[in-house]
């Protein structure tokens, strides 16, 4: 039944256009078509993958040896960098007692389809700038790219978190990943930056994108009710497994794509590993400072993985331990502090991030930028500084050059994110897709057929009894 006003007064959802409730499946099905026939244009299986046959009537299959494809010793990280994409995301998302089904489906769902669409933005971007066409060859390091890109989606999901209907989902799920392989490109091929943890072209990314995007949107922290937002025991306990899941996998994640070289790709483990066991530690440290003697358990869920973050950019340098333990331990710090005070100074200022994916990606991942480029100031060693060599002054570049490309290089990336965000938040405005009312901001009741009590309802009765 739709009432006045364009809402459904039984899901309580606005109806725009005329799709409706259909709005969802038939633009999916749409983006699904898309990629299926833009898969099939762009993409094509990696030579290790083809089948080879030998032999006078080419009746004997060739085995090729594991050894001679060292991409397999990165599958282990592969999918560690994915279940930090599927499970520690989806779990982190479970925080919000009204949007806990909503945090975990919606970030499954976009997991899908992002790396899928992935290997295509690969092929479309590699049009873009070379002038060629060539197809994307389907591979472990093809797929940790997805990983990569598909997380910066998700946390762009924890600035709009509860704010978009699975129809408009779909639409950021096609735009956001080609936004992020042009900067991506630019960033490392013409500004020469290394960014193997994606500081920047990772987290900070989808963060600002999140930020344009919900200003597009329109949103405001006086639209959102009250009582959306709140959470419970059960829905954060979920989302510490969420913490945990992540900052466990984390050296892998920032590790996995460096399979062709076995001395940085060791190094990057190590300095995620101290830079995240410090933030883990000054994280909770500052929140008992700022609370007042007591842990918040929105900070102990985001800033102790502050680390893993900010050590992203700089965690390929060749440096002593002591310097991935200063920059997680700062992050932690200062992604604590984000969440206790500039959080809501922000808020004041009209600006809503649900998940506070800004005071986690975004704050810390500019950080650890500027951390890189003091680190490449302070040093005169030979480091891996550059995107794909190991550079002296003698190849032309100086670390003052190079400190003034890793500036260039977040400014950049600043600029398209909040753009093109803003942009994609303006577009899933349009009246082909369903969007969410304000009263039902942050409320996931109008997606699922929930026939069971909530477990809210079932443990206030039982305190009300006791």
Not at 29 to 34: D, E, G, H, Q, R
Not at 165 to 186: D, G, R
């Amino acid at each position: 039944m739709v009432t006045e006003g364009g809402y459904d007064s039984l899901s309580g959802r606005k109806k725009v256009g005329m799709l409706g409730r259909l709005s969802f499946p038939v633009l999916g099905l749409v983006a699904f078509a898309l990629v299926l026939i833009l898969f099939g244009v762009c993409t094509t299986l990696d030579g290790n993958s083809i089948l080879k046959l030998e032999g006078e009537n080419g009746t004997k299959r060739v085995i090729i040896p594991g050894g001679q494809n060292p991409m397999m010793g990165s599958y282990g990280m592969m999918m560690d960098a994915t279940a930090m994409c599927v499970m520690g995301f989806g779990f982190l998302y479970a925080f919000c007692r009204k949007y806990t089904w909503g945090g975990i489906v919606f970030n499954f769902l976009m997991c899908g389809l992002c790396f899928l669409w992935c290997q295509v933005c690969t092929c479309i971007v590699h049009v873009i700038f070379s002038g060629h066409f060539q197809k994307t060859e389907i591979n472990l390091a093809a797929m940790i790219s997805a990983d990569l890109v598909t997380a910066a989606v998700l946390i762009t999901f924890g600035v709009v978190y509860g704010f978009v209907s699975p129809c408009q989902i779909i639409v950021i799920c096609l735009i956001e990943p080609l936004a992020m392989k042009i900067n991506e490109h630019i960033v490392v091929s013409f500004l020469s930056t290394s960014d193997a943890g994606g500081s920047i072209l990772t987290h900070a990314f989808g963060a600002f994108y999140g930020v344009g995007l919900n200003f597009g949107l329109g949103i405001k922290p006086k639209h959102i009710p009250e009582e959306n937002r709140k959470t419970n025991k059960v829905a954060d306990t979920f989302a510490l497994v969420g913490t945990i899941v992540l900052w466990m996998f984390w050296p892998s994640f920032n590790g996995s794509l460096l399979y062709d070289d076995a001395s940085v790709q060791h190094r990057v483990v190590v300095n995620t590993y101290l830079a995240i066991c410090a933030s883990c530690v000054t994280a909770m440290i500052t929140s008992h400072l700022v609370h007042g003697g007591k842990l918040n358990i929105l900070e102990i869920q985001n800033a102790t993985l502050a680390g893993g973050v900010s050590i992203g950019m700089s965690c390929s340098y060749n440096v002593n331990p002591w310097v991935p333990v200063l920059i997680g331990g700062l992050a932690g710090m200062l992604s604590s502090v984000g969440y206790g005070k500039i959080a809501e100074f922000l808020e004041n200022l009209g600006m809503m991030d649900s998940a506070g994916a800004v005071q986690l990606h975004g704050i810390p991942g500019v950080f650890g930028a500027v951390a890189a480029g003091i680190v490449v100031i302070a040093t005169t060693n030979n480091q891996y500084f550059a995107a794909d060599t190991v550079w002296t002054e003698m190849d032309g570049n100086t670390n003052g050059k190079q400190f003034g490309m890793i500036l260039a290089s977040v400014l950049v990336t600043l600029a398209i994110s909040l753009v093109v965000g803003a942009l994609n938040g303006l577009l899933v405005r349009v009246p082909i897709c369903e969007q969410v009312e304000r009263k039902l901001l942050i409320d996931e009741t109008p997606y699922f057929e929930i026939e069971d009590e909530p477990m809210t309802d079932v443990m206030m009765k039982e305190q009300s009894s006791s």
